[in-house]
């Protein structure tokens, strides 16, 4: 098992919620989504060396996907 590293620091203060939900993109990369305290989720892509590139909106809450896999 490996050390826990920080995903985020400063926005990360308004995530309530953070999903490593795979390779949403089709860019062979782990992407992760998240919501923030508003309500608005966000996909975050991988950019393959451990860090992930600025967040995109694509819902507001959970119900803009019908599943996470």
Do not use: E, H, P
């Not at 966000?42 to 507001?60: C, L, T």
């Amino acid at each position: 098992m490996k050390d826990r590293v920080k995903v985020f620091s400063g926005r990360g203060a308004s995530c309530n919620a953070v999903v490593g939900v795979g390779d949403i993109t089709g860019d062979g990369k782990s992407d992760l989504v998240v919501r923030d305290t508003s309500g608005g989720l966000y996909r975050n892509d991988s950019k393959g060396n451990g860090s992930f590139g600025s967040r995109v909106k694509i819902a507001s809450g959970w119900q803009g996907y019908k599943g996470l896999f």
